[in-house]
């Protein structure tokens, strides 16, 4: 999807809705329009928010908090940072991650994915059930900019 035009708008004012895909890339919806639909998609197993810029560490915080069904999550060239990698550890169900282009991110996401939840941290601890991970160019501007890695 191409439609720049969407923003929070069109996801304001929902109690409730049964969407299971949500394709928004390329959009301009920001933080407070994903945790909006984590609080009414219970059920919602795609989330695509791919060229998303204004999308940070609390929209995933958001979906994996709210959203216990994830099965896709596309976050790529989005603003999140290793933080939203502790929150991904957590999705149990999460089955395709492509976070290539967080450029926020280091390669220190890598290892909090495959260390995944602590016992104490939630009820069941482990690693997300991963089949499909892109993580390319993932903290490419830090290793790029001579930044501590």
Do not use: Y
């Amino acid at each position: 999807s191409f439609c720049t035009q969407v923003t929070d708008a069109a996801f304001e004012a929902r109690s409730t809705c049964t969407v299971r895909e949500l394709h928004v890339p390329n959009t301009q919806i920001t933080d407070e329009a994903v945790e909006s639909i984590a609080r009414c998609a219970r059920d919602l197993e795609v989330f695509d928010g791919g060229w998303v810029m204004k999308l940070t560490d609390r929209s995933v915080v958001a979906l994996a908090t709210g959203c216990p069904k994830l099965r896709s999550l596309c976050l790529c060239n989005t603003q999140i940072t290793d933080d939203a990698f502790e929150a991904i550890a957590r999705c149990r169900s999460l089955e395709r991650l492509d976070a290539s282009w967080c450029l926020r991110s280091t390669p220190h996401a890598l290892e909090i994915l495959a260390a995944g939840s602590h016992a104490g941290e939630s009820e069941q601890c482990g690693r997300p059930p991963l089949r499909d991970l892109k993580l390319d160019h993932l903290g490419a501007f830090g290793m790029d900019a001579g930044g501590d890695i």
